[in-house]
């Protein structure tokens, strides 16, 4: 089973900041990764495909990049709604894929 | 636009069996792409329960397997779960989602399981 780590486990940003949150994989996943966003009470939502695509909706702020092992989700001016817990998920060997921990990210 | 809904029984005894449907609206289960089930224990992640395809195909995380089923029933747009021998350790808010083979697009809001007696 591939482990995604993800790091921080939480942050505190202040608002309009840029905050950069990271997940790793124990074996490479080349560019076969997702990121999620979830609030309180809410299902997970599809931010980023493919390491890097914007999924339909996700704003520009949201970007990511990495391949093979290290992957980074990058907000870059935090809005009051961005603040929520993040996972990725690698999807190189389907069906077997794999969810990160989660990194929940907090307004300072 | 794709709408998921789950429904079940709130409340679950130990040793009994978690029983879950979920209902799909704005696409025909039968059109493709699998269907999953994923859990999350309160205040902890994300976890896989498994997938199937309208064919009836599926796939389950192993570490669940011998007490998972998942079954589609086409006619009716929906699939279901079915987690057997449960403990207060499958406490969880359960999700159905489309799997597109790579990562899940659509969501239905999740329900909440609780095992106990």
């Known amino acids: 089973e591939i482990v995604m780590t993800q790091s921080p486990a939480s942050l505190s940003v202040s608002p309009g900041e840029r905050a950069t949150l990271s997940c790793r994989a124990s074996?490479?996943?080349?560019?076969?990764l997702a990121w999620y966003q979830q609030k309180p009470g809410q299902a997970p939502r599809l931010l980023i495909y493919?390491?890097?695509t914007r999924a339909t909706g996700t704003p520009a702020r949201f970007s990511g990049s990495g391949s093979g092992t290290e992957f980074t989700l990058t907000i870059s001016s935090l809005q009051s709604e961005d603040f929520a817990v993040y996972y990725c998920?690698?999807?190189?060997?389907?069906?077997?894929?794999?969810f990160g921990q989660g990194t929940k990210l907090e307004i300072k | 636009q794709v709408r998921l809904q789950e429904s079940g029984p709130g409340l679950v005894k130990p040793s009994e069996t978690l029983s879950l449907t979920c209902t799909v609206s704005?696409?025909?289960?039968?059109?493709?792409?699998?269907w999953g089930w994923i859990r999350q224990p309160p205040g902890k992640g994300l976890e896989r329960i498994g997938i199937?395809?309208?064919?009836?195909?599926?796939y389950y995380n192993p570490s669940l397997k011998s007490r998972v089923t998942i079954s589609v029933d086409t006619s009716k747009n929906q699939f279901s779960l079915k987690l057997s021998s449960v403990t207060a350790a499958d406490t969880a808010v359960y999700f159905c989602?489309?799997?597109?083979?790579?990562?899940?697009?659509?969501w239905g809001q999740g329900t909440l399981v609780t095992v106990s007696s």
């Open positions: 989602a489309r799997d597109s083979s790579s990562w899940y697009d659509y």
């Open positions: 704005g696409f025909s289960i039968s059109s493709g792409y699998y």
């Open positions: 199937i395809y309208h064919s009836g195909s599926t």
């Open positions: 074996q490479s996943v080349s560019g076969y």
């Open positions: 493919g390491a890097s």
């Open positions: 998920q690698q999807y190189n060997n389907w069906p077997l894929y794999t």
